[in-house]
């Protein structure tokens, strides 16, 4: 199917990463490899089903900015991060319009990413779920939902109306009809990074159980 919505990610990370001690965009991922961090590896991840990727930073932008620019993405600042993460996300979506696409594919940067034929499903039911009459489609994986969220022109809109005070949680439930669950068999679907423990507990996974390196994923291996 062609894709008939110019797409643009969003990866927000203006996060002050208080509660892990050190900025979580940063952290290895996988947690083994070097060379790859969690911002990196959600870049290149997000490159072969996107036109552009804009990277929503805060008070972090100086130590951000040489691994966005390495890696071909755009850097956007928040300046008011303590507004609290809707505030990003909305400075992303206006960014998206701005640089011209009227499609989102919006993660958080303490996600790990979902394989590449994850989000190439996800891809391809995005605009079908949108010719259908829907707004958007999210992953799922036995009743939970995750991360990325795919948005159209509609739903960005709806997000963009909200007043700041709500919450990108909120504005989904409200259209939860009009956004589309997709199954995919990611099992670190529902996975945040908050915390060292987190992600020692992430890191044991890991080493019991390898992860693709960003490149194998972008392949399909």
Same mark, same amino acid.
């Given at each position: 199917?062609?894709?008939?919505?110019?797409?643009?990610?969003?990866?927000?990370?203006?996060?002050? /990463? #208080?509660?892990?001690?050190?900025?979580?965009?940063? &952290?290895?991922?996988?947690?083994? *490899?070097?060379?790859? @961090? $969690?911002?990196?590896?959600?870049?290149?991840?997000?490159?072969?089903?996107?036109?552009?990727?804009?990277?929503?930073?805060?008070?972090?932008?100086?130590?951000?900015?040489?691994?966005?620019?390495?890696?071909?993405?755009?850097?956007?600042?928040?300046?008011?991060?303590?507004?609290?993460?809707? /505030? #990003?996300?909305?400075?992303?979506?206006?960014?998206? &319009?701005?640089?011209?696409?009227? *499609?989102?594919?919006? @993660? $958080?940067?303490?996600?790990?990413?979902?394989?590449?034929?994850?989000?190439?499903?996800?891809?391809?039911?995005?605009?079908?779920?949108?010719?259908?009459?829907?707004?958007?489609?999210?992953?799922?994986?036995?009743?939970?939902?995750?991360?990325?969220?795919?948005?159209?022109?509609?739903?960005?809109?709806?997000?963009?109306?909200?007043?700041?005070?709500?919450?990108?949680?909120?504005?989904?439930?409200?259209?939860?009809? $009009?956004?589309?669950?997709?199954?995919?068999?990611?099992?670190?679907?529902?996975?945040?990074?908050?915390?060292?423990?987190?992600?020692?507990?992430?890191?044991?996974?890991?080493?019991?159980?390898?992860?693709?390196?960003?490149?194998?994923?972008?392949?399909?291996?």
């Amino acid at each position: 199917m062609q894709n008939l919505y110019g797409m643009c990610g969003v990866i927000l990370a203006a996060g002050a /990463s #208080s509660r892990m001690g050190t900025d979580k965009a940063l &952290l290895p991922w996988p947690p083994a *490899a070097s060379g790859h @961090t $969690l911002l990196s590896a959600a870049i290149a991840s997000l490159k072969p089903f996107t036109q552009a990727i804009v990277v929503v930073v805060g008070k972090n932008a100086r130590n951000l900015a040489p691994v966005i620019a390495a890696n071909g993405a755009l850097m956007v600042l928040n300046p008011e991060p303590e507004r609290g993460q809707f /505030s #990003s996300f909305q400075i992303g979506l206006r960014q998206v &319009l701005a640089l011209g696409h009227n *499609a989102a594919i919006i @993660t $958080l940067v303490d996600c790990p990413p979902l394989s590449a034929p994850s989000l190439q499903h996800l891809r391809v039911s995005f605009d079908r779920a949108l010719a259908l009459g829907k707004w958007g489609v999210a992953p799922e994986k036995d009743g939970k939902h995750g991360h990325p969220l795919l948005a159209g022109p509609q739903l960005i809109e709806a997000f963009l109306q909200a007043p700041l005070a709500s919450n990108a949680r909120e504005v989904k439930r409200l259209h939860a009809h $009009l956004i589309e669950s997709i199954p995919v068999p990611d099992s670190l679907l529902t996975v945040d990074v908050n915390t060292p423990e987190e992600y020692a507990a992430l890191a044991a996974q890991s080493a019991a159980q390898p992860a693709a390196r960003p490149h194998e994923r972008l392949s399909g291996s």
